[in-house]
Protein backbone atom coordinates (compact mmCIF):
# COMPACT_ATOMS: atom_id res chain seq x y z
CA UNK A 1 0.00 0.00 0.00
CA UNK A 2 1.10 3.27 -0.70
CA UNK A 3 0.04 6.76 0.61
CA UNK A 4 0.24 9.95 -1.31
CA UNK A 5 -0.25 13.39 0.82
CA UNK A 6 -0.17 16.64 -1.75
CA UNK A 7 0.84 20.18 -0.55
CA UNK A 8 1.84 23.45 -1.78
CA UNK A 9 -1.47 24.49 -3.26
CA UNK A 10 -3.11 27.81 -2.50
CA UNK A 11 -4.22 31.40 -4.90
CA UNK A 12 -1.71 33.03 -7.00
CA UNK A 13 -2.13 36.03 -9.43
CA UNK A 14 -2.26 35.21 -13.65
CA UNK A 15 1.61 34.86 -14.45
CA UNK A 16 2.48 33.81 -10.85
CA UNK A 17 4.35 30.43 -9.72
CA UNK A 18 3.78 27.80 -7.25
CA UNK A 19 5.28 24.49 -6.70
CA UNK A 20 3.41 21.22 -5.49
CA UNK A 21 4.95 18.51 -3.57
CA UNK A 22 3.94 15.10 -3.18
CA UNK A 23 5.19 12.61 -0.47
CA UNK A 24 5.02 9.20 -0.73
CA UNK A 25 5.18 6.76 1.76
CA UNK A 26 4.61 2.93 1.62
CA UNK A 27 6.53 0.27 -0.26
CA UNK A 28 9.04 -0.04 -2.75
CA UNK A 29 7.20 4.13 -3.63
CA UNK A 30 10.85 5.50 -4.86
CA UNK A 31 10.17 2.72 -8.32
CA UNK A 32 6.86 3.52 -9.19
CA UNK A 33 5.79 6.24 -11.94
CA UNK A 34 4.16 9.03 -10.71
CA UNK A 35 1.89 11.24 -12.69
CA UNK A 36 -0.25 14.72 -11.57
CA UNK A 37 -3.65 15.11 -12.76
CA UNK A 38 -6.08 18.14 -12.61
CA UNK A 39 -9.57 18.35 -11.93
CA UNK A 40 -11.84 21.31 -12.83
CA UNK A 41 -15.25 22.24 -11.76
CA UNK A 42 -17.60 20.50 -14.20
CA UNK A 43 -14.84 18.85 -16.09
CA UNK A 44 -13.37 15.40 -16.30
CA UNK A 45 -10.11 14.58 -14.69
CA UNK A 46 -6.87 15.30 -16.74
CA UNK A 47 -3.46 14.07 -17.29
CA UNK A 48 -0.99 17.25 -16.51
CA UNK A 49 2.84 15.27 -16.51
CA UNK A 50 4.40 12.02 -15.23
CA UNK A 51 7.98 11.13 -14.66
CA UNK A 52 9.73 7.90 -14.36
CA UNK A 53 11.11 6.27 -11.45
CA UNK A 54 14.66 7.50 -12.14
CA UNK A 55 13.41 10.72 -13.12
CA UNK A 56 15.19 10.23 -16.81
CA UNK A 57 11.87 10.15 -18.70
CA UNK A 58 9.01 12.78 -18.17
CA UNK A 59 5.68 13.39 -19.99
CA UNK A 60 3.31 16.74 -20.00
CA UNK A 61 0.24 17.75 -21.67
CA UNK A 62 0.40 19.88 -24.45
CA UNK A 63 -1.43 23.10 -22.08
CA UNK A 64 1.70 22.78 -19.86
CA UNK A 65 4.65 22.38 -22.01
CA UNK A 66 7.02 24.67 -21.37
CA UNK A 67 5.61 26.31 -18.19
CA UNK A 68 5.27 23.19 -15.36
CA UNK A 69 8.12 20.61 -14.73
CA UNK A 70 7.92 17.23 -13.02
CA UNK A 71 10.82 16.53 -10.81
CA UNK A 72 11.30 13.84 -7.76
CA UNK A 73 13.52 12.87 -4.93
CA UNK A 74 13.66 9.63 -4.12
CA UNK A 75 16.10 10.26 -0.88
CA UNK A 76 13.09 11.75 0.31
CA UNK A 77 10.05 9.71 -1.62
CA UNK A 78 8.52 13.08 -3.00
CA UNK A 79 7.82 14.26 -6.82
CA UNK A 80 7.51 17.79 -7.39
CA UNK A 81 5.41 20.00 -9.63
CA UNK A 82 6.66 23.33 -10.54
CA UNK A 83 4.16 25.42 -12.30
CA UNK A 84 5.16 28.61 -13.68
CA UNK A 85 3.53 31.04 -15.58
CA UNK A 86 0.08 30.17 -14.25
CA UNK A 87 -3.03 30.97 -15.73
CA UNK A 88 -6.40 30.92 -14.86
CA UNK A 89 -7.38 27.64 -16.82
CA UNK A 90 -4.78 25.89 -14.62
CA UNK A 91 -7.37 26.83 -11.74
CA UNK A 92 -8.06 23.08 -10.62
CA UNK A 93 -7.70 20.39 -7.66
CA UNK A 94 -4.44 18.38 -8.25
CA UNK A 95 -3.93 15.08 -7.47
CA UNK A 96 -0.69 13.01 -7.40
CA UNK A 97 -0.92 9.15 -8.34
CA UNK A 98 1.49 6.33 -8.41
CA UNK A 99 1.77 3.83 -11.02
CA UNK A 100 3.41 0.20 -10.09
CA UNK A 101 3.59 -0.36 -13.57
CA UNK A 102 6.69 0.69 -15.67
CA UNK A 103 7.35 3.54 -17.64
CA UNK A 104 5.68 3.75 -21.16
CA UNK A 105 2.89 4.81 -23.04
CA UNK A 106 0.45 4.65 -20.21
CA UNK A 107 1.57 7.51 -18.31
CA UNK A 108 -0.71 9.57 -18.86
CA UNK A 109 -3.37 7.26 -19.19
CA UNK A 110 -5.93 7.45 -15.75
CA UNK A 111 -6.65 4.09 -15.55
CA UNK A 112 -3.21 2.85 -15.24
CA UNK A 113 -2.52 4.62 -11.93
CA UNK A 114 -2.85 2.71 -8.88
CA UNK A 115 -2.74 5.02 -5.98
CA UNK A 116 -3.58 8.44 -5.35
CA UNK A 117 -3.47 11.04 -2.98
CA UNK A 118 -6.62 13.79 -1.96
CA UNK A 119 -5.72 16.54 -4.21
CA UNK A 120 -4.04 20.04 -3.84
CA UNK A 121 -6.57 23.51 -4.75
CA UNK A 122 -4.75 25.13 -7.09
CA UNK A 123 -6.59 28.48 -7.86
CA UNK A 124 -5.17 31.40 -10.42
CA UNK A 125 -7.09 34.93 -10.45
CA UNK A 126 -6.86 37.02 -13.52
Known amino acids: QVQLVESGGGLVQAGGSLRLSCAAS????????MGWFRQAPGKEREFVAAISWSGGSTAYADSVKGRFTISRDNTQNTVYLQMNSLKPEDTAVYYC???????????????????WGQGTQVTVSS
Open 97 to 115: AAQTGGWGPSAAAEYEYDY
Open 26 to 33: GRASSTYT
